[in-house]
C-alpha cells in the first residue's frame, strides 16, 4: 500500500500563489496516474487535475484551468501542483491520490489545508 503525503498548504492572499508537493513512500508510484482533489468546507469532494504516469498527459477542471499546473518528478516520488492566481474559491482541503487499474482512486493523501483570504 502507497503512502502519500500532502504539504505546501497554507494561507495566502488571494492572487497569490502556492506550491503543493505530494511525497510517496512505500512503493513507486512511477507507473501510476496521480491526481489532485480538493474538499471545501460544507462541499462535496472536487476533482481538480491529473497526470499520466510520464506526465506528458495532464487534466484540469475548468475551474483551475490556466492557473493550476500539475507535474512530476518519478525520481523523486512526488507529484506537485503549482496554484498561481488563488482566489478564495479555491480554499479547500487538498488531497492527491493514485488511481488504480480499474480507473478508481483508492490511495489517498491525509490532504493538507489551502487558505485564501486577505
Known amino acids: 500500500q502507497v503512502h502519500l503525503v500532502e504539504s505546501g498548504g497554507g494561507l495566502v492572499q488571494p492572487g497569490g500563489s502556492l506550491r503543493l508537493s505530494c511525497a510517496a513512500s512505500?512503493?513507486?508510484?512511477?507507473?501510476?496516474?496521480m491526481g489532485w482533489f480538493r474538499q471545501a468546507p460544507g462541499k462535496e469532494r472536487e476533482f481538480v487535475c491529473r497526470?499520466?504516469?510520464?506526465?506528458?498527459?495532464?487534466y484540469y477542471a475548468d475551474s483551475v484551468k490556466g492557473r493550476f499546473t500539475i507535474s512530476r518528478d518519478n525520481a523523486k516520488n512526488t507529484v506537485y501542483l503549482q496554484m498561481n492566481s488563488l482566489k478564495p474559491e479555491d480554499t479547500a482541503v487538498y488531497y492527491c491520490?493514485?488511481?488504480?487499474?480499474?480507473?478508481?482512486?483508492?490511495?489517498w493523501g491525509q490532504g493538507t489545508q489551502v487558505t485564501v483570504s486577505s
Open positions: 497526470i499520466s504516469w510520464s506526465g506528458v498527459s495532464k
Open positions: 491520490a493514485e488511481m488504480s487499474e480499474s480507473g478508481t482512486y483508492n490511495s
Open positions: 512505500e512503493r513507486t508510484i512511477s507507473r501510476s496516474t
